[in-house]
């Protein structure tokens, strides 16, 4: 690749170095010729001459350049051709922005309605909670209420079962005694009692 470039650099010195010596020549001969008053059939050959070199010159290095003027051409196409890629590339890049920043403000809406929905239900929640706790306490409350009645119903019930049972011994032993009564009355002296 080194070798290559300095042998297109020294032949594009070679054809400069030429062009130019070319052009002094043709430079002399024309003042030459100037100065003969455009006399001189001599002159006006090697003025000739001179521009025969030159465009020879000229066309040696069009030959030399056209190689590179097509590919540099060709590169410019590639680079338009890269340029509108890469312009489509940065439209896109552009749009792809615009929908990342309405995406963006789309999920922080949702974020924000997610967060109040979640703060609802949680206080939602929270109100269920609380209602249900005070029902619960009421019934707790109404629970203990109903024990305290049932034991106090229950002792009555005792007491009134207690003294049913002292009527009933009384009765009957109040009608074991009138049983015995009659049997007793037969005996003198024997004390009646009173009924009840």
């Known amino acids: 690749m080194m070798d290559n470039q300095s042998e297109r650099l020294r032949k594009w010195k070679n054809l400069l170095k030429n062009y130019r010596a070319d052009h002094e020549y043709l430079n002399k001969v024309g003042k030459s010729w100037i100065l003969s008053e455009g006399r001189s059939t001599e002159t006006e050959r090697k003025i000739k001459e001179a521009l025969i070199h030159t465009d020879k010159s000229l066309n040696a290095i069009k030959e030399y350049f056209e190689p590179y003027l097509e ?16 312009n489509e590339l940065i439209h896109q ?22 967060k109040d929905n979640f703060q609802s239900i949680m206080e939602r929640k929270q109100e269920q909670f609380d209602e249900t706790f005070k029902i619960q306490n009421d019934l707790i409350g109404n629970l203990r209420e109903q024990l305290e009645q049932n034991a106090k119903e229950m002792q009555t019930l005792r007491q009134l079962n207690t003294n049913l049972k002292s ?9 074991t005694q009138e049983c015995l009564l009659p049997e007793a009355s037969n005996i ?4 009646t009692l009173p009924l009840l």
Do not use: F
């Not at 590919?71 to 890469?86: C, F």
């Not at 890049?93 to 997610?114: C, F, M, P, S, T």
């Not at 009527?167 to 009608?175: P, S």
């Not at 003198?188 to 004390?191: A, E, F, H, L």
């Open 167 to 175: 009527t009933m011994d009384e009765r009957a032993l109040i009608q």
């Open 71 to 86: 590919t540099m051409q060709k590169e410019i196409e590639h680079l338009r051709v890269t340029n509108e890629s890469g």
């Open 188 to 191: 003198i002296g024997y004390p």
């Open 93 to 114: 890049n552009e749009r792809l922005n615009y929908e990342n920043v309405q995406l963006k403000q789309k999920l922080d809406g949702l974020e924000a309605i997610r």
